[in-house]
């Protein structure tokens, strides 16, 4: 290493100035790149370090909250409200049943006539997780019906959330009223 | 000696002048030069280059140079180059004797002490550290300069006068009274000196001060990024310390998921409130006893059927209306396929963002 370094020494000390120059100036290109580099890694490892104490401070503040009694109790509330308010099943075929009995009974409670109520498809979700249920009931319609339905609606305990409605009122026509809902489902862990 | 008894000027305390004897005046009379080094005029002599006007500058100082060279009085002579009005002042002194006692540094620093007195005009006498220099000034440049041991003889003077040309002001008769000016501290005139080419060597070391400047600046980056990098791992750690105790308290574990399954509920049922959208609508119609024939309302809009025809509402007035409401935005009325009858359509505004409608309208 000793030896190669003496080389070095030797070599350079015999070079013309001129070839020293250039030895120098790509010294200074490769140092150049060096800090460019070097600038680059030190903005984004310095964006690291900031969303990493942002991270850290959001999960010391999570942690302040959900370590208060008041606020465990507050979504403790809040939480059987979710399980009271949705469809809690097993499995999505008892689930889009039960939802679409209780849709045809708030239809009825509302005194809409010729009634039809079809449940689409599942929204794809992960087990645990909240799924909504997506129904489209189809009945005659009358403004005091509608109003009725929505009221009913509105005092269930299962959360319906309407999505679309359409209401065709065409003269010399029967006036129909689709809308399209959605409900929460919960699925339930089957039972050993 | 001349017959005249002027004391000589001293140097200033930060000056040292080396003189013809190689010795060295200074205030405190050191023998060890510290601080700038001046050469006593006894050691310099001096020389104008008359120069065409016509010529740049680089092509002056490339001249200057070349007659510097070819003028070299020295076997080994040492050259400061000036730009003056005229040309330039050639100032030359013998390198060998002046190196002498001088250390190799301050060698490359060497001045005339007659550059550190204040410039004049016409014709002068100053009085040196040693010796006496006659001068004749012009238009603010120095054209001629001579040294005397002793103060100038009439003779000496005439001879002096004689070999200025052209000289604009007319030469006294007799030698003027020596002046004794104290030495000036700043160098003004380091900013007309006509420096060496750049050489290869000079390449080499700017290319090498700017690797070394950026190889600096790597470094201080490199140790930024070190330290940014070890505080993003002590956050890591400090973070996953909380989830820790998070995961391992049962209170809070419950406490974590009831408020997912909170998040996942209204997430669920997020979204633009359609119906309350239509019933805005529905009231805007009724304001203007309008009827819809048919309308729809859904996450991306509102659509309705009117039955009327563009002459029979004011349209315009509907228009502004449905815009006014919360959540309508973008309304475009659209004459129907069926006769007397009016379609509107709307978007729907969710809140807090801007209404996809009017995107990529012209403002």
Partial sequence: MKAAWRELLRKLRAATARERAGLALVAA?????????????????????????????????????????????????????????????????????????????????????????????????????????????????????????????????????????????IPDEAARLTMSVRAPFLREAPQP | MGGINLKQPKASQSMRVLLESGTFAGADGDAQPVGAILLSRALCRFSLYRASPELSRAHIARAVRTHAEANAPFVETGTLLLRSPHGAEMWYWDKAQASAGVSPKALTTLAPESLFREAGEGWRILACVEGFEAQYWQEGGLVASTWRRHAFTREQ???????????????????????????????????????????????????????????????????????????????????????ESIASNPALRRARERAELLLAFN???????????????????????????????????????????????????????????????GVEPNLSSREGALELSAALETAGATCAADRGRAP
């Fill in chain 1, 29 to 169: 290109v490769a140092a150049l790149a060096a800090a460019l580099a070097a600038f680059d890694w030190a903005l984004g490892a310095g964006q690291e370090a900031r969303d990493g104490a942002a991270r850290r401070a959001d999960a010391a503040a999570v942690f302040t909250l959900e370590s208060s009694r008041v606020f465990q109790e507050r979504l403790a509330a809040e939480t059987n409200k979710v399980w009271r308010w949705s469809i809690v099943e097993t499995s999505e075929g008892v689930a889009l049943a039960q939802a679409v009995a209780a849709l045809e009974g708030l239809a009825a409670q509302a005194g809409l006539g010729d009634v039809l109520v079809t449940a689409d498809d599942l929204a794809p979700r992960e087990d645990g997780a909240v799924s909504s249920l997506s129904l489209t009931l189809n009945a005659d319609f009358d403004w005091a019906g509608f109003l009725r339905l929505l009221q009913a609606m509105e005092a269930s305990d299962l959360s319906v959330t309407p999505e679309a409605v359409e209401v065709s009122t």
């Fill in chain 2, 267 to 329: 997430s669920a049922n997020a979204g633009a409130d359609a119906l309350t959208a239509a019933a805005d609508a529905l009231s805007v119609f009724k304001q203007f006893g309008v009827e819809a024939e048919s309308w729809r309302a859904d996450q991306s809009g509102f659509h309705a059927i009117l039955s009327a025809s563009i002459s029979d509402i004011p349209l315009r007035d509907v228009v502004a209306a449905l815009e006014a409401t919360p959540l309508l935005c």
């Fill in chain 2, 157 to 243: 003077w005439i001879a002096f006068a004689l070999g200025v040309e052209a000289a604009a002001h007319e030469p006294p008769d007799t030698p003027p009274a020596p002046t004794n000016t104290r030495l000036l501290t700043h160098a003004l005139w380091r900013g007309r000196e006509i420096k060496p080419p750049l050489t290869w060597r000079d390449a080499e070391t700017a290319a090498a001060s700017f690797a070394l400047c950026l190889s600096g600046l790597a470094a201080f980056f490199v140790g930024q990024g070190l330290h940014f990098e070890e505080d993003a791992r002590a956050s890591a750690r400090e973070t996953a310390a909380i989830e």
